[in-house]
């Protein structure tokens, strides 16, 4: 309901301005699908990268690799897959998620930790291809080193917070 309340509210507004809104409206649509057109070998080339390296098993073998560090931090090692997944690609990263809940539960300690680690980090590598492919930046500078720590931040405080609210 809210929805097409607000977009009557656009229009009436627009009108009201003497604005011709049905080509405002196609403009900003066309500007729209070729920002789309622009940006979409990145995002292609970007989840095709994700795909292979979850099929060839080589995230798995990076979660191996990194388990006793996250122990270190207060991870559960688990969810390895998922802090390595979700910088990359949101869709695999709540595929990750939806796997760990089923085998866990969503009341386990990995359920909870891999549910506040999907809602508090953000897909990084896609964030910055699709922004800076729309903006035509090409270099990023700081962008992502300063993206990944905040990542890992998120996720620290994810398995803090799930330890001092649930008491695991």
Partial sequence: MLVPLLLCAVAIWGSARRVDVFEALTTGAGEGLQILLRILPSLVALLTAV???RASGALEACAELLAPLLRLLGIPPE???LLLVRPVSGSAALGVGAELIASYGPDSTIGRTAAVMLGST????FTIA???????VRRTRYTLP??????LAGFIAAAWAVRVCFGT
Avoid: I, K, P, R
């Fill in 146 to 151: 300063a993206a990944l720590c905040a990542d």
């Fill in 79 to 81: 969810t390895v897959g």
């Fill in 130 to 136: 699709v922004y800076y492919g729309a903006a035509g």
């Fill in 51 to 53: 795909y292979m390296l």
């Fill in 122 to 125: 953000e897909t990084t590598f």
